[in-house]
T-cell receptor
Framework: EAQVTQNPRYLITVTGKKLTVTCSQN?????MSWYRQDPGLGLRQIYY???????DKGDVPEGYKVSRKEKRNFPLILESPSPNQTSLYFC???????????FGSGTQLSVL | GNSVTQMEGPVTLSEEAFLTINCTYT??????LFWYVQYPGEGLQLLLK?????DKGSNKGFEATYRKETTSFHLEKGSVQVSDSAVYFC??????????FGRGTSLIVHP
């Protein structure tokens, strides 16, 4: 089954404690991206990747890092989380331009 | 740059009512247009799409027509059900890998 898998589903942490949210897709897609979803603000893109070792900033990249060492994986790293990064995060992948995005189930992050 | 504007919610309807969620866009060239749906506690999933002017996308009783002259892609359903309660996102993809999303419209359907 074609899918994007994110882990963990829920995460509670404290300010400054490094964390990683994993994302993996099984469709051999070149394009992957991370979004955060906040009430009233919709989806905002954090980072995206066109292929292995190719990443670029989205609309709200501050405080986040990503890496794309393998085609299937695209982890999101928060080196020093802060409370304003409390949000619902989604990973997505896409097989070709103008095709649909496949989304993960989301990670609800709370930074205390 | 590209942009998508959709009506603010929440939209509250009774079961079997007619639904319209407005979506307009700004883009260069000829983008593909999408509606995604997000059910409570889940990620977004594609509801329907249209790739060129006058195309009609349809799925699960929902329809939307790509109107280039009015740069619109309004979502409609003739008779909503409680199970349609969700957040709906209009989006466009303009030939690159970077889609543009609207802010989402929450739909609440009462029995």
């Amino acid at each position: 089954e074609a899918q994007v898998t994110q882990n963990p589903r829920y995460l509670i942490t404290v300010t400054g404690k490094k964390l990683t949210v994993t994302c993996s897709q099984n469709m051999n897609h070149e394009y992957m991206s991370w979004y955060r979803q906040d009430p009233g603000l919709g989806l905002r893109q954090i980072y995206y990747s066109m292929n292995v070792e190719v990443t670029d900033k989205g609309d709200v990249p501050e405080g986040y890092k990503v890496s794309r060492k393998e085609k299937r994986n695209f982890p999101l790293i928060l080196e020093s989380p802060s409370p304003n990064q409390t949000s619902l995060y989604f990973c997505a992948s896409q097989g070709a331009t103008n095709e649909k995005l496949f989304f993960g189930s989301g990670t609800q992050l709370s930074v205390l | 740059g590209n942009s998508v504007t959709q009506m603010e919610g929440p939209v509250t309807l009774s079961e079997e009512a007619f639904l319209t969620i407005n979506c307009t866009y700004t883009a260069t060239g000829y983008p593909s247009l999408f509606w995604y749906v997000q059910y409570p506690g889940e990620g977004l999933q594609l509801l329907l799409k249209a790739t060129k002017a006058d195309d009609k996308g349809s799925n699960k009783g929902f329809e939307a027509t790509y109107r280039k002259e009015t740069t619109s892609f309004h979502l409609e359903k003739g008779s909503v059900q409680v199970s349609d309660s969700a957040v709906y996102f209009c989006a466009l993809s303009g030939g690159s890998y970077i889609p543009t999303f609207g802010r989402g419209t929450s739909l609440i359907v009462h029995p």
